[in-house]
């Protein structure tokens, strides 16, 4: 059977169609991802414009620790790809972003639900953006709080994202 190649604008298309997924399909494809669900994540609400994920995490036996609190692993897991997603989302295809380095601080013992807010204002997409275009390339940091059901912090977690523009 002769394999078909695809041209660098089929490519794209494809590209462009998965980042138009926000919504709906966003919901399911991130609720239904396996680590998501064996860590007991879900994503209760994505903004229309994609700046914002809010996440929670309820306390279940298959995320808790020796100790009967949330397992660090699944803390910062909750937090992993939000802030490259909105970045990727809202930059566009002509900007390549990876997670460079992340960091969590743990504050006390998370129990129960704890939830998280990961949003990047449109003031600050456009900032990125700037500094991307001036430089060509720029590591920017996010940070994020995971709170507890009581609204106390659990958890910090900062993300550095590399950001460039592609053909740099």
């Given at each position: ?14 590209g ?8 709906a ?5 991130l ?13 209760r609400h994505?903004?229309?414009d ?31 790809p939000?802030?490259?997603?909105i ?5 566009g ?8 380095e ?13 939830r998280?807010?990961?949003?990047i ?14 430089q ?33």
């Amino acid at each position: 059977m002769p394999t078909v190649r695809q041209s660098k604008p089929a490519l794209r298309r494809v590209g462009e169609s998965l980042r138009r997924m926000i919504g709906a399909r966003a919901f399911f494809i991130l609720n239904t991802y396996v680590p998501y669900m064996g860590a007991g994540v879900r994503i209760r609400h994505i903004a229309p414009d994609a700046t914002r994920f809010d996440v929670e995490m309820r306390l279940r036996p298959w995320n808790k620790n020796y100790f009967g609190t949330h397992f660090g692993g699944s803390l910062y897991a909750m937090c992993d790809p939000f802030f490259a997603l909105i970045l990727t989302e809202n930059l566009g295809p002509e900007y390549v972003v990876w997670d460079k380095e992340a960091a969590i601080r743990f504050k006390r013992p998370g129990r129960g639900t704890v939830r998280a807010r990961f949003e990047i204002t449109p003031e600050r997409l456009e900032e990125v953006r700037r500094l991307v275009d001036d430089q060509g390339k720029a590591h920017v940091t996010f940070t994020a709080q995971v709170l507890g059901e009581d609204g106390e912090v659990v958890a910090e977690v900062d993300k550095v994202e590399s950001i460039r523009k592609t053909g740099w």
